[in-house]
C-alpha cells in the first residue's frame, strides 16, 4: 500500500509529532508498505495534490492542525481515506471546553470546568475550589498544564496560556487514579494503570521523558 505518513505541523506538539512518526514509518517499511513523509510544516501547499497519489493517509499530527479536523476535511477534498475521526468530530474533541459539554449532555462524568477564551477583568476570582488545573483549550500533550495552590500560582500559569494566544481552562483537582483506555473500532482495550515517576501527576515529562511513568497493562 502506498502511504502518505503525515507529521510534524507548527504546533507546541510537532517535535512529539516527529518523534513518533519516525517510528510509525520504521515499523511500515518493514512490512512492506511505501512511504511518504510528510512534514506538513515544509509541505502544506501541496497536501491535497500528494494525498491524491496515495492510498492512504496516516494522521500523527499532534495539536492543530491535525487534531481540529483541518487535514481530514481536506484529505476528503482530495478522495484519500484515513484513520480517526472525521472533521467535526476532530475539531469538536480538541477543544476541551466544546467537549466537555458534548460529555455532559451523553451523561459521561467530568469535573466541573471554568472557561476563560480571553483574560478575565481585573477582580475576577476562580468559583473553584484549590488546588486548581490549569489547561490551555485546545493543546495537548500536557504542554502549557500545571497546578495552582494559590493565586499567584494560577496568574503565573495563566500568563503564559494567554502569551501563547490560547484560551484556558480550568478544572478542580480531583483525587484518584490515573487510567487511560484505547479503543479499537467499537471495542474497549483493557485498561492501563499510569503512575508517574518524577511527579504526583501526569505531566509532559511523565508522559514523555525515559523513565517518566509506569504504565500498567
Known amino acids: 500500500m502506498k502511504i502518505l505518513l503525515i507529521a510534524g505541523g507548527w504546533s507546541s506538539e510537532r517535535e512529539v509529532s516527529l518523534t513518533g512518526a519516525r517510528g510509525m514509518q520504521e515499523a511500515l517499511l518493514k512490512r512492506g508498505h511505501a512511504v511518504t513523509f510528510f512534514d506538513l510544516l515544509e509541505n502544506f501547499d501541496e497536501l491535497l495534490e500528494t494525498a491524491r497519489q496515495h492510498d492512504f493517509a496516516l494522521i500523527n499530527l499532534h495539536g492543530s492542525p491535525g487534531e481540529d479536523g483541518l487535514v481530514q476535511a481536506m484529505l476528503e477534498k482530495a478522495d484519500c481515506p484515513y484513520q480517526g475521526s472525521g472533521p467535526s468530530g476532530s475539531f469538536l474533541a480538541l477543544n476541551k471546553a466544546a467537549a466537555k459539554q458534548i460529555f455532559r449532555m451523553a451523561g459521561l462524568p467530568t469535573a466541573d470546568w471554568e472557561f476563560l477564551p480571553v483574560r478575565p477583568a481585573e477582580g475576577w476570582e476562580p468559583r473553584l475550589p484549590w488546588p486548581l488545573f490549569v ?47 484505547g479503543i479499537l473500532g467499537e471495542e474497549a482495550m483493557p485498561p492501563i494503570l499510569i503512575k508517574p515517576v518524577a511527579g504526583d501527576y501526569f505531566d509532559y515529562e511523565s508522559k514523555y521523558a525515559s523513565g517518566g511513568a509506569r504504565e500498567l497493562c
Open 135 to 181: 489547561k490551555t483549550t485546545t493543546g495537548g500533550s500536557s504542554l502549557r498544564l500545571g497546578r495552582a495552590t494559590n493565586r499567584q500560582e494560577l496568574d503565573a500559569l495563566m500568563d503564559e496560556i494567554f502569551a501563547a494566544g490560547e484560551g484556558v481552562l480550568i478544572e478542580p483537582q480531583l483525587p484518584g487514579k490515573e487510567i487511560t483506555c
